[in-house]
């Protein structure tokens, strides 16, 4: 007997579901990653830093392998969601993370929707109200189906390459400074610290964070006998996200190379127009839509996944609370016509919360509840890479707090 609720509760899967659970996870925490402020906020990065960008991406990507390795090894082995360790280790943590994680993923999908939006207005010049609704709708159908999570999984991976295979071909035709970016990496001319920080709270920050361990969960993917399968992908997951970042980076890098200068209202839209045109516009769309739906279904499948230990009614009908949060989070988009810049500044802030607090939960864990993890040594090398991604944690924490006393000006 176990207290555990999941969406799909099967036996250990067979061999071929197995691969296709763990490809699933994998992608849902790397697309969860890749939404309309990734796109954005890459594109910004690139035009501010030039090449030396390259040595941001590469130290960001580095700690978010340190915090993912942890994260799902810990939610992995012992087989519950962070949620659920955080009540079993601070009483009422795991309602508190609940909360934090829930409201931001709200706010913050509320900006999805808005980037869907965006794509189809790109792609096909649809209103974007029309195109918040529509992509709405195309979410809940996902969650409607009668395998849900094998549907979701699916998606994710396709939208996932597809999203990669396009920035590529944009990536070649800008034909970026491959060499200036290489050296940069390496040796940068400019380290901007602020920026690091900022790319992996986008990365590993809130939701994100729980995303793709979730998902293991719910497949059945747990215990010690599978830590081989859970650590390879979660660095897969990071590197699916960093091979995107750093896709986009080059292929703005040419564009910025080259002379041209990006809108400011749209710098992303801007970047794929000077690079390939009316086509390079319309890839834009596809991307950013193709973006923003994936992070819309992960934001709304993270969030709910820390409800589901609270209430057997919501295990039970998880799926259409999974439609209720998609359908609120459309109503308020469509309420206000564009995205609450505020309420996203608050949400940041929390999400900065959420990652240092969840973080020490489940060190804590690793380092002092065996009986939570089935007996399993927790090794000493992750568990110091663990404690130093949560101590730079604590500084993300506090610059996202710091845009609090702004919210009211």
């Known amino acids: 007997m176990t207290d555990q609720t999941t969406l799909d509760k099967p036996p250990p899967p067979p061999a071929a579901s197995r691969r296709g659970a763990l490809l699933g996870a994998m992608f849902l925490m790397a697309t969860s990653a890749i939404g309309p402020g990734f796109i954005t906020q890459t594109t910004v990065f690139t035009a501010k830093l030039g090449a030396a960008f390259a040595f941001a991406i590469l130290v960001s990507v580095l700690i978010d392998i340190a915090i993912q390795l942890n994260v799902w090894r810990v939610v992995g082995v012992s087989g519950r969601r962070a949620q659920d360790l955080g009540n079993r280790v601070v009483p009422g943590g795991g309602y508190a993370l609940a909360a934090l994680d829930v409201f931001g993923g709200l706010v913050f999908n509320i900006g999805n929707v808005a980037g869907c939006a965006l794509g189809l207005n790109a792609l096909f010049g649809l209103e974007v109200k029309v195109g918040g609704a529509v992509s709405a709708l195309v979410a809940i159908a996902i969650f409607l189906v009668r395998r849900a999570g094998a549907a979701m999984d699916r998606i994710v991976v396709v939208l996932g390459v597809l999203m990669i295979a396009m920035t590529l071909y944009v990536t070649v ?12 990496t390496v040796a940068p001319g400019t380290v901007d610290f602020l920026v690091i920080t900022t790319l992996v709270g986008g990365t590993v920050g809130g939701y994100i964070t729980y995303a793709g361990a979730h998902r293991m969960v719910d497949s059945g993917l747990t215990g010690p ?10 660095i897969t997951g990071i590197i699916v996200t960093a091979v995107m970042r750093a896709l986009l980076f080059l292929a703005v890098l040419g564009v910025v190379a080259g002379g041209a200068k990006l809108a400011a209202g749209n710098p992303a839209a801007s970047a794929f127009e000077h690079a390939a045109g009316e086509g390079g516009l319309r890839l834009f769309g596809l991307i950013m839509w193709s973006a923003a739906i994936t992070s819309v279904i992960g934001a709304s499948y993270t969030s709910v996944s820390f409800l589901i230990d609270f209430s057997s009614w919501i295990a039970r009908y998880r799926n259409q609370v999974v439609v209720a949060f998609i359908l609120v989070s459309t109503v308020i988009y469509l309420s206000i016509g564009t995205t609450p810049a505020k309420l996203l500044v608050l949400a940041g802030a929390l999400n900065g919360l959420i990652l240092p607090f969840g973080l020490a ?41 710091s845009d609090l006393p702004d919210l009211w000006k």
């Open 225 to 234: 006998e599978n830590i081989a399968g859970i650590t390879r992908s979660s």
């Open 361 to 401: 939960v489940l060190l804590w864990v690793a380092a002092r509840r065996r009986d939570l993890l089935h007996g399993y040594r927790y090794p000493a090398w992750l568990l110091a890479l663990g404690v130093g991604a949560w101590l730079l944690s604590l500084y993300l924490g506090w610059n996202a707090l």
């Open 173 to 184: 035709v800008s034909h970026p400074p491959f060499g200036d970016a290489l050296r940069e």
